[in-house]
């Protein structure tokens, strides 16, 4: 089964806005057994978006199409649609429902572009979009299937997972594809790589591994591919078995879960309370920790001590340390993480000082030193990591270093 | 001028990598007034290859083409221009004793593979690649251009920056590009451009505009196209002068300032210092502040109040209000911003309480609701918005609520 993916937008062309979106998609569909044929994006223009679609239907059996639906005038996707399979536009009167509540619920106005976001071609199925005001569309034409979604990537994604993906599967018979991915974090790409040479080696020719490394975090990527669905499961089953066999101190989850799902899972689990303290990281981390829903269970606060003077009053840590060994130490980063856990009352806290750059890096401490902290009632214990030069880049390399001494403190 | 630009490689198509380069190369080649009419990404197949190469030919003036240029034997790229073009390959020696050189001194033996990498189809101007093996190659076919680069982006940029863009600024009379953004904050997409419908009646033909929302946040884009480069310019600034006028409140700033950079300037301007106090967007904020470089200059830090013992105890947040009220209401989050404030002794402190979901809301409080206060010395302000489901839009579109807040506040 043949896919092609189209993405309709200047913004793309021109390098203004990245396309995540036919990457996003061509793994979801790539996961459900599709042979991905191209991605092309084209002109928010009549003419450029016919071209590519007649040239898609010739080439696929799936057509998906992101952007160009929002209610601007630069938006034309829905009319060539209609201009493509000879249909015109109606009201879906159950968009239109939910637009109108959306609206009346932020208290704002219904006008025409609104209304004209319920606009439909005549002969689609229409995809519900509960994320937003337009609504994603499905054609079928001669036995091929083509699926029209807004370019918003929250918006797309859930009209995907919810209708695109389940339809797709029932409608096709697809490949067996099994992908099962290992998060790991403690060991840089060429180092976990060197580590896994032998088992690499080892790999049955059915078998393919990836590595995928996201700001110190890597995820080891399986792909398995063949006939028998079970088979398919016992093989990677078993390779992932020989994964833990070899590496068991660098695999803290499976899958998509980030660092601060696999600590959050650890809290609930040992029913202990967090609170945290940032310096350098500036609440990434507590911004990370909530984003996981429900957060609020195990999760009391934070003190971002930007300014010493915050370290100080809040956090009661001792002029004398700050002036002895500087913020960016051992022993103000762990005085940070008891003051901390004391005034905020948790069972664990975690703390982080360090120089994101680009300024503020000595030869003694360069930009890229980090110190962490994690309190306990029993003790206190520390870490120093060295990273680069970009702040960015550093903010959250250091907060998922954080997360990790956090991890493995708990799992003791 | 048209160009056309074309990806190969699995790696792409599968989602695995995420298409840099071809938005790198789009915003280059638009920067130089050339129209990007396709990106279009094809697997490492001799048959795909020609069939997009043949459409581009159809269609641009020139034709960029990156990866499947690699050692390996899946990397049919070189072989297949050739077919395209009716060659065959050579050893091109000058590109053979630079890779010789490079492997000496890196003190690996030469081996079959990397003599491959120094053969080119015959017909080709050999653009030198300093940052690799395989060299960068021009053809010239009918007065259109192929240009075929290696996918590396650190080695393609390089070939692109040295070679390719002096070449087709010389080769073709380009025409002049002009792009402004106008960043606002304040109406969604179908309100701001109901606002705008008599501007963009009003605009000229070689004048385009672009909406470009992103949480809450709608960048208005202005591209100029036309010969005179000071016309141009003076047509853009003529534009940009009547949307100051017409939307006076709700532009922040242009390009692609963020709005936490847009509020850094402002307090820098008016020399205050800013704390925060977050209990919804649980660091967020922070998080956005502190990601500009030098925010330790104005910004002291932040008490992240996620639970309600820590809004009493740290913030002094009379029990009685949150009982009477609930931590989700204009006079918890004004007494947070108060209590924070004179707790980190800032000028400001901006403060949130919201319900970011999934859980948590109530028919009188729906998921969604966001309350924000910022206090000075002088006074306390506060603004109640509503939003959709999702947590992690929430927590974006809230921040952004919150810092639009703290700039009208500070810009008054």
């Given at each position: 089964m043949k896919a092609y993916i189209i993405s309709i937008g200047d913004e793309i062309l021109i390098g203004q806005t990245v396309n995540t979106n036919a990457a996003w998609i061509g793994e979801q569909l790539s996961m459900i057994g599709f042979d991905i044929n191209c991605t092309a994006t084209v002109h928010d223009q009549r003419e450029d978006i016919l071209d590519v679609l007649k040239i898609a239907e010739s080439k696929s059996d799936v057509i998906i199409i992101t952007g160009g639906l929002g209610p601007t005038s630069d938006d034309i996707t829905k009319q060539t649609l209609c201009d493509f399979f000879g249909t015109h536009l109606i009201i879906d009167k159950e968009v239109l429902a939910m637009i109108e509540v959306m609206m009346k619920k932020r208290g704002i106005p219904m006008n025409e572009n609104n209304r004209k976001q319920a606009e439909v071609p005549a002969d689609c199925k229409v995809l519900k979009n509960i994320r937003g005001t337009a609504p994603g569309m499905l054609f079928e034409k001669e036995g091929k299937v083509f699926i029209s979604m807004p370019g918003i990537p929250y918006e797309m994604q859930y009209i995907m997972t919810e209708h695109v993906i389940p339809d797709l599967i029932n409608r096709f018979k697809l490949q067996n594809v099994i992908?099962?991915?290992?998060?790991?974090?403690?060991?840089?790409?060429?180092?976990?790589?060197?580590k896994l040479t032998g088992f690499e080696e080892s790999l049955p020719g059915e078998v393919r591994?990836?590595?995928?490394?996201?700001?110190?975090?890597?995820?080891?990527r399986l792909?398995?591919?063949?006939?028998?669905?079970?088979?398919?499961?016992?093989?990677?089953?078993?390779?992932?078995?020989?994964?833990?066999?070899?590496?068991?101190?660098?695999?803290?989850?499976?899958?998509?879960?980030?660092?601060?799902?696999?600590?959050?899972?650890?809290?609930?689990?040992?029913?202990?309370?967090?609170?945290?303290?940032?310096?350098?990281?500036?609440?990434?981390?507590?911004?990370?920790?909530?984003?996981?829903?429900?957060?609020?269970?195990?999760?009391?606060?934070?003190?971002?001590?930007?300014?010493?003077?915050?370290?100080?009053?809040?956090?009661?840590?001792?002029?004398?340390?700050?002036?002895k060994h500087g913020a960016v130490s051992e022993e103000v980063v762990k005085s940070m993480a008891e003051g901390a856990r004391k005034l905020m009352h948790t069972d664990l806290c975690l703390a982080t000082?360090?120089?994101?750059?680009?300024?503020?890096?000595?030869?003694?401490?360069?930009?890229?030193?980090?110190?962490?902290?994690?309190?306990?009632?029993?003790?206190?214990i520390a870490e120093k990591h060295l990273f680069g030069y970009d702040r960015v880049t550093n903010i959250r390399r250091f907060s998922n270093a954080a997360l990790s001494l956090l991890w493995h403190k708990i799992k003791k």
């Open positions: 992908r099962r991915n290992i998060m790991t974090y403690g060991l840089p790409e060429a180092r976990l790589a060197e591994l990836a590595y995928l490394p996201n700001h110190g975090i890597i995820k080891l792909t398995v591919t063949g006939e028998d669905k079970e088979q398919l499961q016992q093989k990677t089953d078993e390779q992932v078995k020989k994964l833990y066999d070899i590496i068991p101190d660098l695999i803290y989850g499976e899958n998509e879960e980030p660092l601060e799902l696999a600590v959050a899972m650890l809290l609930r689990k040992t029913k202990q309370t967090l609170c945290t303290s940032e310096s350098c990281t500036g609440g990434m981390i507590a911004h990370m920790l909530t984003t996981v829903p429900g957060s609020s269970d195990y999760y009391k606060g934070s003190v971002i001590a930007y300014d010493n003077s915050i370290k100080k009053d809040l956090l009661n840590v001792p002029q004398k340390l700050l002036e000082s360090g120089i994101a750059g680009p300024d503020g890096g000595t030869s003694d401490k360069p930009t890229g030193t980090l110190w962490i902290a994690v309190a306990s009632e029993k003790n206190t």
